[in-house]
């Protein structure tokens, strides 16, 4: 059974930069698919970002060429490297494990981490 949990959230000024971590504990890491989601207040859970066990990445359109998702299967946590940041990327961000070869999220939920961007 793998556990992950987030962190590396803040506040940061708009165009800033935040790095996002999502370590894991328990089963062999390295064999899972992860992803990125975030939810802003009222809205619904969005995907963000994507790796495969194999290291392929996908990317929602909004966040293409801001957002750099990477893994460390040895430290057991995949990363979030956000730049350019906007207000709208003002969200609790959530990782969890990846139904195999979809973006779609299998695992429960944890906190999550609030990223919190001013203009």
């Known amino acids: 059974q793998v556990q992950l949990v987030e962190s590396g959230g803040g506040l940061v000024q708009a165009g800033g930069s935040l790095r996002l971590s999502c370590a894991a504990s328990g089963s062999i890491f390295s064999t899972y698919d992860v992803g990125w989601f975030r939810q802003a207040p009222g809205n619904q859970r969005e995907f963000v970002a994507s790796?495969?066990?194999?290291?392929?990445?996908n990317y929602a359109d909004s966040m293409k060429g801001r957002f750099t998702i990477s893994r460390d299967d040895f430290k057991k946590t995949v990363y979030l490297e956000m730049n350019s940041l906007k207000p709208e990327d003002t969200a609790v961000y959530y990782c969890n494990l990846l139904v195999r070869f979809t973006n779609s999220p299998r695992g429960t939920w944890g906190r999550g981490t609030q990223v919190t961007v001013s203009p």
């Open positions: 790796i495969r066990s194999a290291g392929n990445t």
